[in-house]
């Protein structure tokens, strides 16, 4: 068969290529590691709101719960209960930067491999708990291995895909986390009604993803850039050979050694990311990071069981209302995998910020009329409170849910791409730390006002989508600085000409990229 033309457009020279088995392969089993983070996504907040959980490690809180005249939005605030969820993410931002020399010195392959471990040896710990000591230390472990895969896996990802399709390959790991999630709020159903050790069989089935990794990840390739960054010229072109299924891969292979090249100029990768041309992709990086958290998603996955239980269902429905976002969020994440190739990224995040920005906000106005600090919402404000979470869940999982891991793992260039990766990672891990261990206070003492709260950082959001976020649609990696960075209207102050002097904007910049 011949290959199809893999090309970038512009004025960049076409890489032949096609899709091949290999790559197919590769991409589903390294998006395990996505599976992984979207199950304890899921368990977390559905294990958080089992009674026999609660009756083993959290006594005060199960009272609490079963007062009948407790405050609704007060009766899971406690910082241990808290601290259960959010341990995992610290030491996820702590790994991260570890498992960023991993994907440099070893290769993003074993730096997989590496997560899958962490995450079993979690997995034991946790489902095995008999003392709160254990459960933490299970959690931390968990977090190593979430830190050491969302590091690999999206870098992998972007470097293993044609220009044309990067996209749609990257997010199937937002993809694979969503299936994690529908997953798992589906196992805390059954689970729930197994007394009273339903919770362990949740923690435990963790462990299936993370073993599929471990064990899938023996039969992947490595990529070619991590190949040729280690010297592997040799293998590094075979391999691009294999998953291009052609043999005339010279113009590619020629541009990865080129910017490998420059890299390996680069002795200090944080300083060089420190530098006013890195700039761009860093801030980028990380204010996606902040974005895609202080969009309230979170809050809400980790704590979907917990929040309908305060709007009046009960346990059983609580959890059943869950399954049914998990539903809407992996059927919206394939929509972006269709779309973002197609219609690119920007546009994606500006349509999703206003349809985010639109139901927080009717949300927040049915709790603050309806839902009293005592009693529960009417049937029909609750349904309306389910169906806007997923109008909202769906605009978040085909927009800032995907393109907040695809964008930084594709806009640095190869000296920095580890480790600037690195501080997209742990941004994330910190800002989901930060709302999975307030969250429940922050229900508690703003009530209602807490979807204003989100709400006002989606506008935010929305407006820096519109005039500081470049579209990276069909742009190689190696070629961002010169197609991308160098082109927009804000970013290319930050970038020099090759004598080193300064590119400066014009005026008519700003004019056209709002019409854009």
Request: hydrophobic letters at 50%; one cysteine or more.
């Amino acid at each position: 068969m011949a290959p199809a033309i893999v090309t970038s457009g512009g004025d960049m020279p076409e890489f032949e290529g096609r899709i091949t088995f290999t790559v197919i392969i590769c991409v589903v089993i390294a998006a395990f590691g996505g599976l992984m983070f979207g199950y304890d996504i899921g368990i977390s907040g559905g294990v958080s709101a089992m009674d026999d959980f609660l009756k083993e490690f959290f006594p005060a809180v199960y009272e609490k719960k079963s007062h009948a005249l407790e405050n609704n939005y007060c009766k899971y605030d406690n910082q241990f209960l808290q601290l259960f969820t959010s341990c995992l993410y610290i030491a996820a931002l702590v790994a991260s930067f570890i498992a960023s020399k991993c994907c440099t010195k070893l290769g993003r392959k074993p730096t997989m491999q590496i997560a899958s471990l962490f995450f079993l040896l979690g997995v034991v710990l946790t489902a095995s708990a008999v003392n709160m000591e254990m459960l933490i230390f299970g959690r931390i472990s968990l977090g190593f291995g979430v830190g050491f895969g969302n590091q690999a896996v999206p870098l992998f990802l972007s470097e293993l895909a044609p220009a044309k399709i990067r996209g749609a390959l990257n997010i199937s790991f937002q993809l694979f986390i969503t299936i994690g999630i529908f997953i798992a709020n589906m196992v805390n159903y059954v689970t729930s009604k197994i007394h009273p050790y339903g919770w362990r069989i949740s923690l435990a089935i963790a462990g299936i993803p993370a073993l599929m990794l471990c064990i899938g990840s023996l039969a992947i390739c490595e990529t070619p850039t991590s190949l040729i960054e280690r010297n592997k010229l040799e293998e590094g072109k075979a391999v691009l050979k294999k998953i291009r299924g052609v043999d005339h891969v010279d113009l590619e292979f020629d541009s990865i050694v080129v910017a490998c090249d420059q890299a390996k100029q680069i002795t200090n990768p944080y300083r060089k990311l420190m530098k006013r041309e890195s700039r761009p992709p860093l801030v980028i990086a990380i204010i996606l990071q902040v974005f895609q958290q202080f969009s309230g998603i979170n809050a809400i996955m980790f704590y979907a069981p917990v929040l309908f239980q305060t709007v009046g269902f009960g346990n059983d429905a609580s959890l059943l209302s869950s399954v049914i976002t998990g539903i809407v969020n992996v059927a919206s994440t394939l929509v972006s995998i269709y779309a973002v190739d197609r219609i690119g990224r920007k546009l994606l995040l500006i349509e999703a910020s206003v349809q985010m920005f639109v139901t927080q906000t009717i949300i927040g106005i049915i709790l603050v009329i309806g839902l009293k600090p005592t009693g529960n919402l009417e049937p029909k404000q609750a349904m309306a409170v389910v169906f806007l979470v997923c109008i909202y869940v769906a605009g978040f999982a085909w927009s800032w849910g995907p393109l907040g891991w695809l964008i930084p793992s594709e806009t640095f260039p190869v000296e920095t791409r580890t480790s600037g990766f690195a501080f997209a990672v742990s941004t994330n891990m910190l800002c989901t730390f930060i709302i999975a261990q307030a969250f429940l206070s922050m229900l508690c003492s703003m009530q209602a006002g807490i979807f204003f709260f989100f709400a006002a950082w989606i506008l935010v959001m929305g407006m820096f989508s519109i005039f500081f976020l470049p579209e990276t649609k069909g742009v190689p990696v190696d070629a961002m600085v010169e197609r991308v960075w160098k082109q927009h209207w804000f970013w290319k102050r930050y970038m020099t000409h090759l004598d080193g002097t300064e590119l400066k904007p014009r005026k008519s910049d700003l004019a056209h990229q709002t019409m854009t």
